[in-house]
């Protein structure tokens, strides 16, 4: 079993950056693709980042691309998400995500096994 716990979430002017960071349980995390998505009310879970699981490829989504930047460090069993450049609809819920399954790094939450509980980002007008 995996257990995934996101921090760093916060509220920020718009502009400003923040740093989120995923701490993962498990011994095999360093074999699973990394994701984050994010979420807001009535609205599906959004893909936003994924890592692959030696840290050599990435995915991002078109609206988060050239301010998010995702990264990993397998021995602290830890993925980040550096955010820059916030705007005020980056605000959602952000959660990390771990995919044990390999294959193709994916941007659909359906190919995720293990979820945190996510960490709220606001960001301000």
């Known amino acids: 079993q995996v257990q995934l716990v996101e921090s760093g979430g916060g509220l920020v002017q718009a502009g400003g950056s923040l740093a989120l960071s995923c701490s993962a349980s498990g011994r095999m995390f360093s074999s699973f693709h990394m994701g984050w998505f994010r979420q807001v009310p009535e609205k599906e879970r959004e893909f936003v980042a994924a890592?692959?699981?030696?840290?050599?490829?990435?995915r991002y989504a078109d609206s988060v691309k050239g301010r998010f930047t995702i990264s990993r460090h397998n021995t602290k069993k830890q993925v980040y998400l550096q955010m820059n450049s916030l705007k005020p609809e980056d605000t959602a819920v952000y959660y990390c995500?771990?995919?044990?399954?390999?294959?193709?790094?994916?941007?659909?939450?359906?190919?995720?096994?293990?979820w945190g509980q996510g960490t709220q980002v606001t960001v301000s007008s």
């Open positions: 890592i692959n699981w030696y840290g050599g490829i990435s």
């Open positions: 995500a771990a995919d044990e399954r390999g294959g193709p790094l994916t941007t659909l939450p359906d190919e995720y096994d293990y």
